[in-house]
């Protein structure tokens, strides 16, 4: 079956430095990666539409300069969070878009900023 | 953009009761709709997705009911039970160029008592 997978699952890292995660599809090529954060609050932001071959698309209130994405290939892509400080704390998702409609969700990673 | 907006944010219920969850978006030209079901501290598992052209769908003890006229989509758990008990969420995945994009509404946590 399809099963994406995120590494880490929790990190804590402090004040203005930076954490690199990771999202990889298993069981099945994915057409595109969205990434996502899920606030403390519980909503859900969509941060940027990764698709192979394409540009990668960024929301707004979210830059490439602040989460510079690599997307290399159908099963991996990789997020960083630069100069990451406390409103950036939350759930970063990571959904692998399978063919034209299911996204498969990741378990997260948890982003704790001291 | 796209808006959804979910209905209630809490939802609390005895065990067998029915809970209905409603969600409404503003894009006519939504194609794809999923729900989601959120335990505490794990990520999003995908209950249900509904295509244009499927009006009801009938999962392991609940229903889906789509009504494109209105741009409304509902999650009726017809038995609720304590294992029910997360934050549920609705999300509308974009057409054209927003495809591969979900907007997700802002969720629903459900609590069923014994």
């Known amino acids: 079956g399809a099963l994406v997978y995120q590494y880490p699952r929790r990190t804590i890292c402090k004040s203005g430095t930076s954490m690199r995660m990771e999202c990889q599809a298993v069981?099945?090529?994915?057409?595109?990666v969205a990434w996502y954060r899920q606030s403390p609050q519980k909503t859900f932001e969509l941060i940027a539409l990764?698709?192979?071959?394409?540009?990668?698309?960024?929301e707004q209130n979210f830059t490439q300069e602040k989460f510079p994405i690599s997307h290399p290939n159908l099963s991996f892509s990789s997020m960083t969070v630069l100069n990451a400080y406390l409103e950036d704390r939350g759930l970063y998702l990571c959904?692998?878009?399978?063919?034209?409609?299911?996204?498969?969700f990741g378990p997260g990673t948890r982003l704790l900023v001291l | 953009g796209e808006q959804v907006e979910q209905r209630p944010p809490h939802l609390s219920v005895r065990e067998g009761d029915s809970a209905v969850i409603t969600c409404t978006y503003t894009?006519?030209?939504?194609?794809?709709f999923f729900w989601y079901k959120q335990e505490p501290g794990a990520s999003l598992q995908l209950l249900m997705k509904?295509?244009?052209?499927?009006e009801i769908n009938e999962g392991q003890g609940f229903t889906v009911l789509l009504n494109k006229k209105d741009k409304r989509l509902s999650l009726n758990l017809t038995a609720a039970h304590p294992g029910d008990s997360a934050a549920y969420f609705c999300?509308?995945?974009?057409?054209?160029?927003?495809?591969?994009?979900?907007?997700f509404g802002d969720g629903t946590v459900l609590t069923v008592k014994p």
């Open positions: 959904g692998a878009r399978e063919g034209q409609d299911t996204q498969y």
């Open positions: 069981g099945f090529q994915a057409t595109s």
């Open positions: 990764s698709t192979v071959n394409s540009a990668i698309k960024y």
């Open positions: 894009d006519p030209n939504s194609y794809y």
């Open positions: 509904v295509f244009s052209s499927t």
């Open positions: 999300a509308v995945s974009g057409s054209g160029t927003n495809t591969g994009k979900l907007t």
